[in-house]
């Protein structure tokens, strides 16, 4: 089968991105990671995608003034000149236009660090900790326009500690993620992903249940 080409969509770090470039250098992986797109010049993220020889590119948001769709119109001609089937967003953070999401619509994923439907948005580790939740974990989903809130393709659940602070919770959630971003991607250009009414559903998901729960490190 042919390799998907993905664009990875950053802002920072980029430790996601860095988790779908490792299984990605697998050659019976079926995506290529073809190119990463920052909005931020400094994204740290960018000089690890180089590292590993990826095409970079940096589109800043601030060039565009209030221009979401001149931002997004030069984002998507760019993803088109590189043929990418697969967009991933990672610590990508910019809201984007119903145009772009339909034109993407069910090829853009995402990470959350939470159990969606709950915390969506920012801070969900100091939320979690706040509520007192005992379980808190991360989800891939598929891009919809309302923010954190497509189909869920995959989840990963860690304990919450009572002595926990959201940054000892921050890295249990991040190792959980950087196992199901690479597993989610997997199915998404397997084409084993199917949405029926808001839920998506996996062909052949035994290998599903063993990700739910990650070990605790
Ligand atoms: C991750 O926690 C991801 O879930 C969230 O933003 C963070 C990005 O981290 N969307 P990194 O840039 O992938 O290291």
């Avoid at 996601?16 to 992986?29: G, H, V």
């Avoid at 920052?38 to 948001?61: E, F, M, Y």
């Avoid at 598929?142 to 959201?166: L, N, Y």
Wanted: charged share 25%; with cysteine.
């Amino acid at each position: 089968m042919q390799r998907k080409r993905v664009a990875i969509l950053i802002s920072g770090r980029g430790s996601n991105m860095a988790a779908l470039i490792s299984a990605a250098a697998d050659p019976d992986y079926p995506a290529e990671i073809a190119l990463v797109v920052s909005n931020r010049p400094d994204a740290a993220g960018l000089a690890r995608a180089k590292a590993a020889r990826i095409a970079t590119l940096v589109i800043d948001h601030k060039t565009f003034g209030k221009d979401r769709e001149a931002f997004e119109r030069a984002l998507d001609a760019e993803l088109a000149s590189h043929r990418i089937d697969i967009v991933c967003l990672a610590g990508f953070m910019r809201l984007f236009t119903p145009w772009f999401v339909t034109r993407w619509r069910e090829r853009m994923i995402n990470i959350h660090p939470a159990l969606l439907p709950a915390f969506k948005g920012l801070d969900t580790h100091e939320r979690a900790l706040a509520a007192g939740v005992k379980v808190h974990g991360a989800s891939v989903h598929f891009v919809v326009p309302e923010m954190d809130s497509g189909p869920i393709i995959v989840q990963s659940a860690v304990p919450v500690r009572d002595d926990d602070t959201p940054d000892t919770l921050a890295a249990r959630v991040l190792v959980a993620e950087h196992r199901i971003y690479p597993l989610a991607l997997r199915w998404l250009a397997e084409n084993r992903l199917s949405v029926v009414d808001g839920r998506c559903n996996v062909a052949g998901a035994g290998d599903r249940a063993e990700m739910l729960i990650s070990p605790s490190p």
